[in-house]
């Protein structure tokens, strides 16, 4: 399947903040959740400063889209375990009494021929209303979650967000913005890809692509060939032949001031991997510069183990084992095709970009530096 593009557990993600001390006004409590191919997430959080501290979290992975490259339908089975773990987030909604919040649905319910019936399904049998949103709102999200990681050094930047369903790629220039404006600039993209005239200095959005493939879909697509490591290969190069039209991809890059920042589950267990972590630690990833150089040495690691070890590897953990060479191909084809040899890890994703357009809409957060 063709790339759409606009006409014009181990280490999964943790809260973006340590949770907020004391009981706090609901008036004040804002909620992101993030129904994906594999997991549905959500967080409850309240503005502190120019960021925001959580209150409550949700994580677990439901697979709501086994079998969608099959059948092209949400299958029964995963209807089911997605609504039970929608149950769970409806009852944190209700005790914490948040009023402001947006809960999305992403790839696997932009595909599936009977997403419209499970979305009234949901709607029915847990009062909540999903909204399933287009890639370029998704990648935009991906994009402002990673604000406070960007460096004041960067003139072009690349924010590549896997997910279980779709891989979302944003290139962007800042060589026009003040170099200690540069991340408030990237929040500022909150209104769009190409908000309206201001009186900032505006980060330009040179292209973006959303490729439909994920951990899961790249995964079912090459399920059939046996030899694990001839499986990570053709992975690795059929990504790459889906960026043949993101223009960025065409033009060779100069190195200096260029910055990669990688969100997603790959990137965080990649991450953990490089530094030993048995218990996962969001304080030592989220941020962590890592060299290709690194990077292309947990991966061999994660070849030479096999599937067998690495379903044993308390640093990938058992909701991850299945999905991470698939990842690790998409990312080892990122780091193939642009020039640079470090990657900024985000622990942080759509939820926190949902989080921080709302907050920002609303201007409940400080204008100070991140």
């Known amino acids: 399947m063709a790339p759409r593009r ?28 993030d129904l994906g191919t594999n997991s549905c997430r959500m967080l409850i959080a309240q503005p502190k400063g120019s960021q925001f501290h959580v209150v409550d979290s949700f994580s677990k ?26 149950r769970v987030c409806q009852q944190k909604l209700k005790r914490h009494q948040v009023r402001h919040m947006r809960l999305v649905a992403t790839e696997a319910c932009r595909r ?9 399904q949901v709607e029915r049998e847990t009062g909540l209303r999903l909204e399933i949103i287009l890639p370029e709102e998704e990648a935009r999200l991906a994009v402002i979650s990673c604000a406070p990681l960007v460096s004041t050094k960067t003139d072009q930047l690349l ?33 769009g890809f190409h908000p309206p005239e201001s009186p900032f200095p505006a980060a330009k959005v040179v292209d973006w692509i959303s490729v439909p493939l994920g951990v899961a879909t790249l995964r079912d697509q090459f399920r059939d060939v046996r030899d694990d490591t001839a499986r ?14 993101f223009a960025p991809y065409r033009d060779e890059q100069a190195r200096e001031g260029f910055q990669i920042i990688g969100t997603s589950g790959t990137v965080t267990t990649v991450a953990a991997s490089h530094l030993g972590l048995k218990r996962y630690d969001r304080t030592k990833v989220d941020g962590l510069r890592m060299t290709s150089d690194q ?38 084809a990122l780091l193939r095709c642009w020039p640079t040899d470090r990657l900024s890890v985000a ?24």
């Open 6 to 33: 606009p006409k014009g557990s181990g280490a999964f993600p943790k809260p973006v903040e340590s949770p907020a001390s004391s009981t706090p006004d609901p008036a004040e409590l804002y909620a992101a959740l």
């Open 61 to 86: 992975s439901v697979q709501l889209g086994a079998g969608l490259e099959r059948s092209g339908q949400l299958s029964r089975s995963s209807m089911g375990r997605t609504i039970q773990a929608l």
């Open 112 to 120: 599936a021929g009977n997403a419209g019936k499970f979305i009234e």
């Open 159 to 191: 924010v590549v967000d896997i997910g279980g369903g779709s891989t979302e790629l944003v290139w962007i220039d800042l060589t026009a913005v003040p170099r200690r404006e540069r991340p408030r600039a990237i929040m500022r993209l909150h209104s």
């Open 232 to 245: 990570f290969a053709l992975m690795s190069w059929f990504f790459e032949e889906n960026l043949a039209e």
């Open 295 to 332: 990077i292309d040495r947990v991966i061999r690691d994660y070849l030479q183990l096999g599937p067998e070890g690495r379903r044993k590897d308390p640093r990938i953990g058992q909701d991850r084992q299945t999905l991470i060479m698939s990842g690790a191909a998409i990312l080892q």
């Open 347 to 370: 622990d942080r994703g759509l939820r926190e970009g949902l989080l921080y357009a709302q907050m920002s809409a609303h201007g409940v957060l400080e204008d100070t530096p991140f």
